[in-house]
Nanobody
């Protein structure tokens, strides 16, 4: 079974930095897009950043210039470097991957998998 495991969340003061990591494991053949989404009690889930296997990136307007997404394909890992954090960045951050994998001898293509989430709290 495929699993996405996030790490790196925690409590940080405004203006501080944090780096999130997400590693996919299992019988994975390839991963196209990996991304980070976030959700807090007062808002709908939103895309924070995404990156393709070729390195193309996309960011939410609210994080441009502050967050950087990157990936190491050989490790099936995606990172989100978050700088100049603001209280409004507080949310549960979820890792997502569009991937191809095998299960019981069958192959599945273009399946979206989600991590359990990691909490980021920006507060004094």
């Amino acid at each position: 079974q495929v699993q996405l495991v996030e790490s790196g969340g925690g409590l940080v003061q405004p203006g501080g930095s944090l780096r999130l990591s997400c590693t996919a494991s299992g019988s994975i053949f390839s991963i196209n897009t990996m991304g980070w989404y976030r959700r807090d009690p007062g808002k709908q889930r939103e895309l924070v950043a995404a990156i393709t296997s070729g390195g193309s990136t996309n960011y939410a307007d609210s994080v441009k210039g502050r967050f950087t997404i990157s990936r190491v394909n050989t490790k099936n890992t995606v990172y989100l470097q978050m700088n100049s954090l603001k209280p409004e960045d507080t949310a549960v951050y979820f890792c997502n991957a569009d991937l191809d994998y095998s299960d019981y001898g069958r192959r599945y293509y273009g399946v979206h998998y989600w991590g359990k989430g990691t909490l980021v709290t920006v507060s004094s």
